[in-house]
């Protein structure tokens, strides 16, 4: 992630959140919670406000979540009611802790570059058997927006991409409109991939 956006969002962390914290995510939830056993671990990876990490928390999920945003992160820490560690996908280094990851909104700051390696690092941190969930704005090629950097994804590029990381596979993808005020003309790319169980 470039330091342009992170300072971005510890800029604007009050606004973002104020921004994303009401977004209705019901249906999202709906796709990624019944692939993850009731009382499992999941990572929410960039968990901007901690809004996800939150719900999974009061569904009875051991729950852990980081942010490369330092103000978002004590943002977050105050809602879950414990720490979230500041860090960037790239710096993940972890071995089969994770039933779930939850990557909303949140893999699409990393250059389309480092993708195929933080999904090396994502998929080394997921459990055998465990499902990442992860959302692009949808389209290709990388762009700027008012100082934040954003990688688009689509269907072929993402298959591109796995390519090189051959224990991920997808169950599948799908397109969503955005669903905060004044947005919905967004469209969204949504993923769901597992790691073969052992």
Known sequence: MSSATI???NRHAAEYVQSTINVDMTALYAEFLPLIATGSHILDAGCGSGRDAAYFKQLGFTVSAFDASGELAKIA??????TVTVQQFEQLDEYEQYDGIWCCA???HVATDSLPSVFFRLQQALKPGGVLYM????GDGEH????????????AELKKILKNVATL???KTWLTQDQRANRNHEVWF????TKPAS
């Open 7 to 9: 300072d971005y969002y």
């Open 77 to 82: 820490s105050q809602r879950l009611q414990q």
């Open 106 to 108: 949140s893999l699409l």
């Open 135 to 138: 959302s692009f704005k949808y």
């Open 144 to 155: 700027d927006i008012n100082g934040r950097r954003f990688t688009d994804m689509n269907d």
């Open 169 to 171: 596979s997808v169950i």
């Open 190 to 193: 949504n993923a769901l991939v």
